[in-house]
T-cell receptor
Framework: RKEVEQDPGPFNVPEGATVAFNCTYS??????FFWYRQDCRKEPKLLMS???SGNEDGRFTAQLNRASQYISLLIRDSKLSDSATYLC???????????FGKGTLLTVNP | GAGVSQSPSNKVTEKGKDVELRCDPI?????LYWYRQSLGQGLEFLIY????????KSGLPSDRFSAERTGGSVSTLTIQRTQQEDSAVYLC??????????FGPGTRLTVL
């Protein structure tokens, strides 16, 4: 089983739609969790951290369920500019590296 | 402020040649990481530096790959005798705390 698994996508949605991405991780010792965004031919950029209590940043809501080892990202009222690949990222702590899912491509259509 | 910079942005080389990729981290960031991203694949960890030492080299795919960091700043990733399967985007990241990492724009390596 891969350490971080995401919905394979791609997702094609109209502007204004709500879209949800799911992610599972295999190592229960994982400490920190993130969503990164990667635009085509660009570097990944931190979108938001994910906290156990759930957290929101504008139109974006992230949730973590440690018992199920499940992470989600919800985007409300999607914009054309949200089109990108969304990467689920896990930090285990003991070896410093981030472990990335393969990403889910989102295309928001006019 | 200045972010992570990498050079060259693109590198085309012939199979069997050596290449050097450079990363200049954000000033004051003690941790530096190299990753690579192959077409259609996720990011793959290569090596981690804390200061000038590399406590984790577990991701280097073969002994053709090496990296060093000097002065706690600039890092160089060297690939010797390049192979076609080395073609990928090589990304460098730096951080103060080890979980929040900031990425450079990457070097796109093409081995012909």
């Amino acid at each position: 089983r891969k350490e971080v698994e995401q919905d394979p996508g791609p997702f094609n949605v109209p502007e204004g739609a709500t879209v949800a991405f799911n992610c599972t991780y295999s190592n229960s010792a994982s400490q920190s969790f993130f969503w990164y965004r990667q635009d085509c031919r660009k570097e990944p950029k931190l979108l938001m951290s994910v906290y156990s209590s759930g957290n929101e940043d504008g139109r974006f809501t992230a949730q973590l369920n440690r018992a199920s080892q499940y992470i989600s990202l919800l985007i409300r009222d999607s914009k054309l500019s949200d089109s990108a690949t969304y990467l689920c990222v896990v930090y285990r702590g003991s070896n410093y590296k981030l472990t990335f899912g393969k990403g889910t491509l989102l295309t928001v259509n006019p | 402020g200045a972010g992570v910079s990498q050079s060259p942005s693109n590198k085309v080389t012939e199979k069997g040649k050596d290449v050097e990729l450079r990363c200049d981290p954000i000033s004051g960031h003690t941790a530096l990481y190299w990753y690579r991203q192959s077409l259609g694949q996720g990011l793959e960890f290569l090596i981690y530096f804390q200061g000038n030492s590399a406590p984790d080299k577990s991701g280097l795919p073969s002994d053709r790959f090496s990296a060093e960091r000097t002065g706690g700043s600039v890092s160089t990733l060297t690939i010797q005798r390049t192979q076609q399967e080395d073609s990928a985007v090589y990304l460098c990241a730096s951080s103060v705390s080890t979980d929040t990492q900031y990425f450079g724009p990457g070097t796109r390596l093409t081995v012909l």
